[in-house]
């Protein structure tokens, strides 16, 4: 990314040293219950289920859904997650999600206190379907359920939903290297967040993760290019290809066995994998940033041969975020403080930068070490204290006065672009509502029928405006890879807060 030239205005350069003070202006004491949102930020994953719920599930107005799936071609696709406000489970985005809560539970879980069960219940709740989607048969995973764009036709509760539960896969004739490489890492961090807690399962994670790494090495491909086109794109194309997912699976890999093979693989494969390109974001798509941090950690702690570069590319990332650094690049943020990266649920893009802000400050801060910004040292602290900006403006300290998680604060959306929210529970309103229907709901005014706990939706604009509008579902539906980052910055700040 160019960095934006001086224009030379004095407006300019005060907007600057405004949002230099905003970032950056000491914030020792807690803004929030960061431990109240760190448990809301769990419970949503519950109303997230697919497939059959378990006794207990505290989003009390969700049912079973999906109970079929799969069926159709005699594999067991009952479970998981999804994504967002619709009733189509994508693969991709669900293993990015489980990879994140597993890194999650790997990094912060010490942090989680009585949360930490229900933490590892979210992680196993997607390890559980995506072992299914990669073990169920030999040289092929199932990497969606339902057609999107018949289910988007629709707006039903996942209880009643009615539209074709199509199944889609990827073999070693269809291949798809990136939704691949991604379960694969997701396998392989759930089996880091289980290491303890189950030593059997995650060896049965670990496992299944290496022969689907295997699997997509050697059947390279992009899900999204060939005959899956029409079912995953727009929707989830792989836009950034599937090099990144390939060297990000392989450093979980490493993480998960300690096998130097995976290791030489990294240090064999890196430059052609994106090893040595910049970049300056963090999604469900483009894994090259969240890698580098990964592998940094082993240059940091371990002094591993090979893994400076991946030290040097995340300081330049982080660079980019701290003002007063050479490359800053204000054109980031809001005029609030807000990261901003994209017009549509832009709040992924900061969850996934806060995350990797408080874990590489972890990081620097155990090897005592810092940020090299050009002449400038950044520590640890500062990005801690930058984190914590975002976590405060996601949780109500921004320009709207508004939560942006449903549930926590006196102010928060009420209109989500969500079907099982906006919608009356099955316990409600027991008779079915049709997929016509259901529209009314969909571009009513009334507030949702359903608190869907916990949920992060898109959020504001680049100027801090935000319209609480079910149709506007780039400001008002959640996802689930928007939580799945913000569980580990908030269990830090939990576990560290000063009160």
Not at 345 to 374: D, K, P
Not at 421 to 431: I, L, T
Not at 461 to 485: K, L, M
Request: hydrophobic share 40%; charged share 20%.
């Amino acid at each position: 990314m160019e960095r934006p030239r001086s224009t030379g205005r004095p407006w300019v350069l005060a907007a600057a040293a405004l949002l230099h003070l905003l970032l950056l202006a000491p914030t020792l004491a807690a803004a929030f219950n960061y431990a109240d949102a760190l448990a809301k930020s769990i419970i949503f994953f519950e109303g997230q289920r697919s497939g059959k719920l378990p006794p207990g599930n505290r989003m009390a107005w969700r049912g079973d859904s999906g109970l079929k799936d799969g069926a159709q071609h005699n594999v067991d696709l009952v479970g998981g997650y999804y994504d967002a406000g619709d009733n189509v489970k994508f693969g991709l985005p669900m293993a990015f999600t489980t990879t994140m809560l597993a890194w999650s539970v790997a990094d912060f879980g010490k942090f989680m206190g009585a949360e930490l069960p229900h933490a590892r219940a979210a992680v196993r709740w997607g390890a559980d379907y995506l072992l299914k989607a990669a073990t169920s048969t030999p040289d092929t995973l199932y990497v969606q359920v339902a057609d999107p764009n018949q289910d988007h036709r629709c707006w039903e509760r996942p209880e009643d939903m009615d539209t074709p539960r199509a199944v889609y896969a990827v073999t070693k004739d269809n291949p798809g290297s990136d939704v691949a490489a991604e379960t694969a890492a997701a396998l392989a961090a759930s089996a880091v967040a289980f290491r303890r807690a189950d030593p059997a399962y995650s060896s049965r994670l670990l496992h299944a993760a290496m022969r689907v790494f295997e699997f997509a090495d050697r059947h390279r491909g992009s899900y999204s290019e060939g005959p899956l086109s029409a079912a995953v794109c727009p929707f989830y194309c792989s836009y950034s290809g599937y090099q990144d997912e390939l060297l990000w699976a392989a450093a979980w890999l490493h993480r998960a066995s300690n096998n130097a093979s995976f290791m030489s693989y990294v240090r064999d494969n890196g430059m052609q994998l994106g090893a040595g390109d910049d970049d300056y974001s963090f999604s469900w798509d483009d894994k090259r940033i969240g890698t580098k941090v990964l592998l940094a950690k082993g240059f940091l702690r371990r002094n591993l041969p090979g893994l400076q570069l991946y030290k040097s590319h995340s300081d330049s990332y982080i660079c980019s975020l701290v003002p007063g650094t050479t490359s800053f690049q204000p054109s980031q943020y809001t005029p609030g403080g807000l990261i901003y990266k994209e017009g549509a649920s832009n709040m992924q893009y900061v969850t996934t930068a806060t995350f990797l802000l408080v874990a590489y400050a972890r990081y620097l801060r155990s090897a005592g070490a810092c940020v090299m910004c050009g002449g400038r040292d950044v520590s640890p602290a500062e990005l801690v204290a930058l984190a914590k900006r975002q976590v405060d403006y996601v949780l109500g300290k921004n320009p709207a006065g508004t939560s942006y998680m449903v549930g926590f604060g006196a102010r928060y959306p009420r209109r989500l672009h969500h079907r099982g929210a906006s919608m009356p529970s099955v316990r409600a309103h027991p008779g079915r509502i049709g997929c016509d229907e259901g529209f009314r709901y969909l571009h009513s005014s009334e507030p949702d029928a359903n608190v869907l706990v916990g949920a992060v939706v898109g959020g504001p604009d680049a100027r801090d405006a935000f319209v609480d509008d079910r149709d506007g579902y780039g400001q008002t539906e959640p996802a689930t890879y928007i939580n799945a980052p913000l569980v580990g910055a908030l269990a830090y700040f939990a576990g560290t807060a000063k009160y």
